[in-house]
């Protein structure tokens, strides 16, 4: 019994173990230790789902992405295009042009064009000259750049209107990391796969120092980066998503599914075709009886349109001509569109003239029958077509029914001018979603004698003789056939030929178009704004008539004005001002319900004599002054953003001036800040300030509420005594400010975006309203900085005490400049508040001239300004958040810049 019991211990124990030794194997197995599993979460078996998905984000970001932008958006070329040809990415079409010196504003960033144009010009890929062209001004210097068929190659888009030149391609570089996630999908178990993508073949001209340092976007364009996405362990293997959702859909035989091939040619991975390879297959495609053979023949599109001006002649019910025909009669009053249309017909219907394919038609205006003084008939002038130019009229034009044909002309318009046979040579290749692009240079050969005529007077089809035709050729990996392996297949042919454009009339055809030509919208090349310093003019010195100057210092190097200051719209002549501001009247307990905008009063006693009272207000009033002991007001100024009354009791009736806040501009041209509610030292100010421009004198008292008290106003001898705010400025043992802002939106002197508002702002502790100052603020970007439209840095406005906010902000950026900068640029700000400037400048370069130059953006005078920034972003969903925040230094710091001679730290 023992034995048996032993035994069969022995056995389970022996099963145990070999069990346990199975589940270890395929346990290890599963997980790819041992042995080649496809289903093992390791990188080898889940190289080949993560690589298809790697190939479609690289594809997709190719085109996205993966280019150098060239910014030539601000300031713009002053020539876009050669002249008669619209501006496009292509060695026919590329030409720009810009002033050397642009405006003083923008001189910076043309200096930066010029340079990386410079630098690309010496790499081969734009062909660089001086030039002088013609400004409203007179001539003026400038920089022309023309692409090259290096350059060409190089664009990442080809024929676009915006130049991007191609940094490499992305390429999948292998797995980092593996994670599985505890969601299911489609039934299977989900791993998030992290892998390393790095740029290769890049160009030559990106690996410089040089470009590195006029390219800063270079450094993120070519940085390795990591990219995640899932895969699905089915029971063959790793797979995409989309995979499954594709054969999915196959098996229930969707419209879909029978439209989709990407995910096989991306499972294929099919060798891009080489230069020799695509020659043969375009030769084979060239001699397949299913081409047409004039897709070997370039032909220049003309797009020839008929006029407004006479569409019954050609191509109508009441005509059999096949001929086309186009008028153009002399009148003013066209729309732009109009004008351009006519200018580009008008411009190819000339050269067509002079290569003996059309005909002109000068149209005269009828003359009034002649009057005769004898029996004999008198004799009509003739108003026949003629060659004529004293009572122009207009142009007709005509192109033969045998022209037509060849230049594939209808009656309606079209056409295209055969220009000669094209010799392709390969140039390169690209991928993009579910095809190649092959790029080639055609060059023309076989041209017909009459097309030199055309190209003296139609710079397209010159472009088109000495540049060659850029041609894109689509090719797909597909079947020819049931039986047949799949192959690359031309599947697209298209040359790229230069867009005929002009916005002028033709010199020759003026004179028979005088009222066109005069009218035609074709303004001149202005000038550069000059940047040199404004003078400041010396303080005037303004001296009371009553006065006597005995004793005023005399220097015969100093020049003493006497001047009388304008007068006020409402002189106080002696009368002590008085100010009483409100946001509405008493209510007395009553619901104030928005958008009622009912009147409420506000009781006002006057025991003091000889004043004058501003009366200030946003809700309706009903302002009830009452005058006690005879202490009749001189003079009652009422304003309101609502209208609002007065009433008297105990005096006569008094001078009163009742206006909305909105009249004071246009009427005196006098501001109203923002009615006060609060006696802060903003509000001082503001009052001080409109006191003197509406009365020519400072206020004897100032008392503001919001809410009129239930026992009203006081004016008396009691009444507290307005002191007038003097100079704000900061003293040698003060403090450095602080950043300031709401809802924790910032950390230290680090304003944070928030995730509400189109903005979110941050403001120094300290304002000031004189002294020189200066602080700086790093800009961080993340993402796309054209979306951070609000982003910015300057001074605001202080409010309420201890605020700013954006309304009268002086800022160094025009809304929506943020393009402009970059990552980690540093803007100093430098405050002359003494002679109300701000100069701004973006790593050391000023954007309005140096300091103290007089060329600053204004700034109003003795207000109370704050250092300000204002941090922006957006969202949108699936994408990665993008922001822009800001670091700002007030001296705690050293600056990255000296301050200017005399400026202090804020």
Not at 371 to 387: K, Q, R, W
Not at 475 to 491: E, I, P
Not at 541 to 566: H, K, M
Not at 730 to 747: E, K, T, V
Request: proline share 8%; hydrophobic share 35%.
């Amino acid at each position: 019994m023992n034995t048996s019991n032993a035994k069969s211990a022995g056995i389970l124990l022996a099963v145990t173990l070999l069990a346990i030794a199975t589940y270890g194997l395929w346990y290890a197995w599963n997980q790819g230790l041992v042995g080649h599993n496809p289903r093992a979460p390791v990188a080898e078996a889940m190289e080949p789902a993560v690589l298809i998905q790697a190939k479609r984000t690289a594809r997709n970001r190719l085109n996205r992405t993966q280019c150098l932008p060239i910014n030539l958006r601000l300031p713009k070329p002053e020539i876009n295009g050669r002249p008669g040809i619209a501006l496009r990415t292509t060695p026919n079409s590329f030409d720009i042009t810009l002033l050397l010196k642009t405006d003083y504003p923008y001189q910076t960033q043309r200096d930066e064009q010029i340079t990386q144009l410079n630098y690309l010009a010496k790499q081969g890929l734009l062909a660089a000259s001086d030039v002088t062209i013609d400004t409203d001004e007179g001539p003026r210097s400038a920089r022309n750049y023309r692409m090259t068929w290096a350059g060409y190659a190089a664009s990442q888009q080809k024929n676009a209107s915006s130049l991007c030149l191609s940094t490499g391609k992305r390429e999948y570089a292998g797995i980092e990391r593996i994670e599985p996630r505890e969601e299911r999908m489609l039934d299977h178990e989900v791993f998030a796969v992290t892998y390393r993508n790095r740029v290769l073949d890049r160009p030559a001209w990106t690996a410089t120092a040089e470009a590195k340092q006029l390219f800063p976007k270079l450094a993120e364009l070519t940085e390795d980066k990591l990219d995640t996405v899932l895969v699905l362990r089915t029971q063959e293997g790793w797979r995409a998503p989309w995979e499954l959702q594709q054969e999915l859909a196959t098996a229930a035989n969707t419209m879909k599914a029978r439209s989709s091939t990407s995910g096989a040619s991306d499972r294929e991975n099919p060798p891009l075709p080489t230069g020799a390879e695509t020659d043969q297959l375009l030769e084979a495609w060239m001699n397949d009886n299913r081409v047409r053979r004039n897709d070997q023949i370039a032909c220049l599109p003309l797009r020839l349109e008929r006029s407004s001006d006479d569409r019954t002649l050609a191509g109508s019910a009441t005509t059999t001509t096949k001929e086309f025909v186009v008028t153009y009669m002399d009148r003013d009053g066209r729309k732009g569109y109009e004008y351009t249309r006519m200018a580009r017909n008008l411009h190819i219907l000339f050269a067509l003239e002079q290569a003996g394919l059309a005909s002109r038609e000068i149209l005269v205006t009828e003359q009034p029958k002649s009057v005769s003084t004898s029996d004999t008939t008198p004799v009509d002038i003739p108003t026949s077509p003629l060659e004529n130019t004293q009572n122009p009229a207009g142009i007709r034009y005509r192109i033969p029914a045998a022209f037509m044909d060849m230049l594939k002309l209808q009656q309606y318009g079209g056409g295209c001018i055969p220009a000669g046979r094209m010799k392709l040579q390969f140039m390169g290749v690209d991928q993009e979603s579910g095809r190649v692009m092959v790029y080639e240079k055609a060059t023309l050969s076989e041209a017909p004698p009459w097309t030199e005529q055309i190209a003296t007077h139609l710079p397209a089809m010159q472009a088109l003789r000495e540049e060659g035709v850029p041609v894109n050729i689509g090719m797909m990996y597909l079947k020819r056939g049931s039986d047949a392996d799949k192959a690359w297949r031309v599947v697209q042919f298209s040359p790229l030929y230069p867009e005929i454009a002009y916005s002028d009339i033709p010199d020759q055809l003026r004179p028979f178009l005088p009222k066109s030509t005069a009218a035609a919208p074709n303004p001149a090349i202005r000038a550069p704004i000059s940047g040199t310093p404004k003078v400041i003019p010396p303080k005037v010195v303004t001296l009371d008539p009553q006065v006597s100057i005995a004793g005023f210092p005399r220097n015969s190097n100093q020049v003493v004005t006497v001047v009388t200051p304008d007068q006020p719209p409402f002189p106080a002549q002696g009368a002590a001002v008085h100010v009483i501001s409100v946001y509405q009247g008493a209510t007395y307990g009553a619901t104030h319900r928005a958008n009622q905008h009912a009147m409420y009063p506000v009781r006002i006693t006057v025991s003091k004599p000889n004043t004058l009272l501003i009366l200030l207000s946003y809700e309706p009033v009903d302002w009830q002054i009452h005058a006690a002991n005879n202490a009749q007001p001189k003079q009652v100024l009422v304003f309101g953003y609502y209208d609002s009354r007065v009433t008297f009791s105990g005096s006569r009736k008094v001078p009163t001036t009742i206006a909305r806040t909105s009249e004071l501009p246009l009427k005196w041209k006098i501001s109203v800040p923002k009615t006060p509610t609060k006696p802060t030292e903003e509000a001082r100010i503001d009052i001080a300030q409109l006191s003197e421009k509406l009365t020519g004198a400072k206020p004897d008292g100032f008392q503001t509420s919001y809410e009129a008290p239930s026992a009203g106003f006081r004016i008396d001898n009691q009444t507290s005594r307005f002191i007038p705010p003097g100079p704000q400025k900061p003293s040698n043992d003060a403090p450095l400010a602080i950043l300031q802002s709401l809802n924790r939106g910032n950390a230290g002197n680090r304003l944070i975006r928030q995730n509400y508002g189109a903005m979110n702002d941050g403001w120094s502790n300290h304002a000031y309203t004189a002294g020189k100052l200066y602080f700086e603020g790093t800009i961080d970007i993340h993402g796309a900085a054209t979306r951070h439209a609000f982003s910015n840095i300057g001074l605001c406005l202080s409010r309420d005490g201890k605020s700013a906010g954006l309304p009268g902000a002086v800022l160094a950026m025009g809304y929506g400049r943020t393009y402009q900068v970059k990552d980690g640029d540093v803007f100093g700000i430098a405050a002359d508040l003494d002679q109300h400037q701000m100069y701004a400048h973006i790593n050391g370069a000023w954007l309005t001239g140096q300091p103290d130059s007089g060329n600053g953006i204004p700034l109003a005078a003795g207000k109370l300004y704050r250092a300000c920034v204002f941090a922006s972003g957006s969202s949108r969903k699936g994408a990665p958040p993008s922001y822009t925040s800001w670091e700002v230094n007030f001296g705690a710091q050293p600056f990255v810049m000296k301050p200017p001679a005399g400026y202090g730290a804020f």
